[in-house]
């Protein structure tokens, strides 16, 4: 009898529809802020949070982005400075390849 502790399988949580929306609307509350004046905010369940701490929320997740917001994300960057983004993106559309960007 082997006295090895069988180490629990973590299977990864898929984001939740509301999170995936709250980011759509997050991507396009970007567009429109353009960078002027506070930031926007996104209404997420009864809360209203900014765009970061909607970006915050789901960069943990590893779901593959809807294609409309891949697209629309896409569309924002440019190839210099962006270039590794955009490269890991291209394999990996995700938000957690989002996440990996901003903490690095």
């Not at 759509?24 to 960078?35: F, I, Q, T």
């Not at 789901?58 to 983004?85: A, I, N, W």
């Amino acid at each position: 009898m082997s006295d090895q502790v069988p180490v629990p399988i973590s299977v990864p949580v898929p984001i939740s529809l509301e999170l995936r929306a709250a980011f759509a609307k997050a991507v396009l509350a970007y567009e429109a802020w353009g960078l002027g004046g506070s930031e926007r905010k996104v209404r997420v369940g009864l809360e209203f949070l900014s765009i970061g701490a909607v970006c915050g929320l789901v960069d943990q997740f590893s779901d593959e982005m809807q294609e409309h917001v891949f697209l629309k994300l896409r569309s924002f960057m440019h190839e210099h400075p962006h270039g590794e983004l955009i490269a890991r993106l291209a394999v990996l559309p995700t938000q957690t390849a989002l996440g990996a960007s901003a903490n690095s």
